[in-house]
């Protein structure tokens, strides 16, 4: 018997990336499947899902629909993710041709699931907390490790607690083993990731010694292989001086934070149930820019959350204008099914939300142009991590500015001075220092 082959699409998060990395190691280790990246070759096609907001659920039965065309006899589809965990069985209902649905909490029990027909697990009270899943990672520079599964957050907009289920830590000695033998075989940067990383350690399966995030922290940087830690995402409430201090002095931790604001208006953050004021974000953001000098700050960003009035989200303008983040992630509003917010009073026009995301989406552009004045012959330490195509060789620099560089392989993996020449938006040109 020939190999079999896996096309596998992944939509959304990083996390969504790492369960498709996972899904991958099973597929490879148990039942000798190899990943193509032509659709029509498979034996087995994938699709690991996003449900985050309304679109990409829309997008997900056209695009299936697609590939049951495109698919050579015989080959299965199935459908993993968190769309798959909402709407379980109702994706075969609407789709027939779908093989098996496979949820963003069962991704261990893909093998099983490859040989029941119509098989759906979507048990959102699954513990693969403790899980030894297979090695692959899609890029070998940098690891992506989990921390945590699920979320306890009950943000009120999102789906995500209802997708992924409670919230269990990874024994810490796991996650040390992963980034060990990561980093060992040449990821020098770790990525840590879970849903809310800085409330790590609050519940594990089974007895496990307090661990908290900022001891995990210190746990990983002090693997002698590993040469840089990233983390996403934190929760701004959970911002604690202990936690800003190991970020700040730790030489190992990227300066380069996350801070998901959603809301700048008190009112609407009180809706959402996020838990912090405007002014607990604004300080925190100005205590991390004291402590941790260069350091960058991106953000998610919701408009248009149900009651947000003009005075609300003069609010979030407000706070975009005195934090000044390097990178926004803005979204309009998207009512979730099993989401209290949905059902609020106040949902905001349609029209009035594009507006306010463009007028938001302009003004930071308009700072990223003004940043970018000020990037013009800074030099990096830039971490090459991916071949672009015409010669370029794209990597990071320690407070996350995306640099690429005129090169080849060679530069793969390696750490070097590297000067801004032409800064853009979102990415910047550069040179290597001789
Ligand atoms: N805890 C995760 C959040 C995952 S969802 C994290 O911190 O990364 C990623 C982002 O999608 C959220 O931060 C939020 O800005 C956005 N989002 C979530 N639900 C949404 C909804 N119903 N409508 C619009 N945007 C949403
Ligand atoms: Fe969603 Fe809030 Fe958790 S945004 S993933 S419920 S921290």
Same mark, same amino acid.
């Given at each position: 018997?020939?190999?079999?082959?896996?096309?596998?699409?992944?939509?959304?998060?990083?996390?969504?990336?790492?369960?498709?990395?996972?899904?991958?190691?099973?597929?490879?280790?148990?039942?000798?499947?190899?990943?193509?990246?032509?659709?029509?070759?498979?034996?087995?096609?994938?699709?690991?899902?996003?449900?985050?907001?309304?679109?990409?659920?829309?997008?997900?039965?056209?695009?299936?629909?697609?590939?049951?065309?495109?698919?050579?006899?015989?080959?299965?589809?199935?459908?993993?993710?968190?769309?798959?965990?909402?709407?379980?069985?109702?994706?075969?209902?609407?789709?027939?041709?779908?093989?098996?649905?496979?949820?963003?909490?069962?991704?261990?029990?893909?093998?099983?699931?490859?040989?029941?027909?119509?098989?759906?697990?979507?048990?959102?009270?699954?513990?693969?907390?403790?899980?030894?899943?297979?090695?692959?990672?899609?890029?070998?520079?940098?690891?992506?490790?989990?921390?945590?599964?699920?979320?306890?957050?009950?943000?009120?907009?999102?789906?995500?607690?209802?997708?992924?289920?409670?919230?269990?830590?990874?024994?810490?000695?796991?996650?040390?083993?992963?980034?060990?033998?990561?980093?060992?075989?040449?990821?020098?940067?770790?990525?840590?990731?879970?849903?809310?990383?800085?409330?790590?350690?609050?519940?594990?399966?089974?007895?496990?010694?307090?661990?908290?995030?900022?001891?995990?922290?210190?746990?990983?940087?002090?693997?002698?292989?590993?040469?840089?830690?990233?983390?996403?995402?934190?929760?701004?409430?959970?911002?604690?001086?202990?936690?800003?201090?190991?970020?700040?002095?730790?030489?190992?931790?990227?300066?380069?934070?996350?801070?998901?604001?959603?809301?700048?208006?008190?009112?609407?953050?009180?809706?959402?149930?996020?838990?912090?004021?405007?002014?607990?974000? %604004?300080?925190?953001?100005? *205590?991390? $820019?004291?402590?941790? !000098? /260069?350091? &960058?700050?991106?953000?998610?960003?919701? #408009? +248009?959350?149900?009651?947000?009035?003009?005075?609300?989200?003069?609010?979030?303008?407000?706070?975009?204008?005195?934090?000044?983040?390097?990178?926004?992630?803005?979204?309009?509003?998207?009512?979730?099914?099993?989401?209290?917010?949905?059902?609020?009073?106040?949902?905001?026009?349609?029209?009035?939300?594009?507006?306010?995301?463009?007028?938001?989406?302009?003004?930071?552009?308009?700072?990223?142009?003004?940043?970018?004045?000020?990037?013009?012959?800074?030099?990096?330490?830039?971490?090459?991590?991916?071949?672009?195509?015409?010669?370029?060789?794209?990597?990071?620099?320690?407070?996350?500015?995306?640099?690429?560089?005129?090169?080849?392989?060679?530069? %793969?993996?390696?750490?070097? *001075?590297? $000067?801004?020449?032409? !800064? /853009?938006? &979102?990415?910047?040109?550069?040179?290597? #220092? +001789?």
């Amino acid at each position: 018997m020939g190999v079999k082959r896996l096309y596998i699409e992944t939509l959304g998060c990083a996390m969504n990336v790492r369960d498709s990395e996972h899904i991958v190691a099973e597929l490879t280790r148990k039942e000798g499947y190899e990943t193509t990246d032509t659709l029509e070759e498979a034996d087995l096609i994938l699709i690991n899902t996003c449900s985050v907001r309304e679109k990409p659920v829309h997008k997900l039965f056209s695009e299936i629909g697609a590939f049951n065309k495109r698919r050579k006899p015989g080959a299965k589809i199935g459908v993993c993710g968190c769309t798959a965990s909402h709407l379980g069985e109702e994706i075969i209902k609407k789709a027939p041709f779908v093989d098996f649905v496979l949820g963003a909490r069962n991704v261990s029990k893909i093998t099983e699931v490859l040989h029941r027909p119509g098989a759906v697990e979507v048990d959102i009270d699954h513990d693969e907390s403790r899980y030894a899943f297979g090695d692959f990672r899609a890029n070998p520079y940098k690891a992506y490790v989990n921390i945590s599964i699920g979320c306890d957050k009950q943000c009120t907009f999102c789906i995500v607690p209802h997708t992924r289920g409670e919230e269990i830590s990874i024994p810490a000695e796991l996650i040390i083993r992963e980034a060990k033998k990561a980093a060992e075989s040449g990821a020098k940067e770790i990525f840590l990731l879970g849903q809310n990383v800085n409330n790590y350690g609050r519940r594990f399966s089974g007895d496990h010694p307090r661990v908290t995030f900022t001891d995990l922290l210190k746990m990983v940087s002090e693997i002698d292989a590993v040469e840089r830690i990233r983390f996403t995402s934190p929760h701004p409430l959970h911002m604690d001086d202990d936690f800003l201090r190991e970020f700040a002095t730790n030489p190992k931790i990227c300066k380069s934070m996350h801070m998901p604001l959603q809301s700048g208006s008190t009112r609407i953050l009180k809706a959402m149930k996020r838990g912090y004021t405007k002014e607990w974000f %604004l300080e925190r953001a100005q *205590k991390l $820019r004291e402590m941790a !000098p /260069g350091v &960058t700050i991106g953000t998610d960003i919701i #408009v +248009a959350f149900p009651g947000e009035t003009e005075e609300d989200f003069e609010d979030t303008m407000e706070v975009l204008e005195r934090v000044r983040f390097e990178q926004v992630f803005s979204f309009k509003y998207s009512p979730r099914p099993l989401t209290p917010a949905k059902d609020y009073e106040g949902q905001v026009p349609d029209e009035v939300g594009s507006a306010r995301l463009s007028r938001l989406q302009a003004r930071h552009n308009e700072i990223l142009d003004e940043l970018k004045a000020q990037r013009l012959g800074e030099v990096h330490d830039v971490y090459f991590e991916e071949l672009r195509p015409g010669g370029t060789v794209a990597g990071r620099s320690d407070n996350n500015l995306a640099i690429s560089v005129k090169g080849s392989e060679e530069l %793969l993996g390696k750490t070097v *001075k590297v $000067r801004i020449v032409e !800064p /853009g938006r &979102t990415a910047h040109r550069g040179e290597v #220092v +001789a």
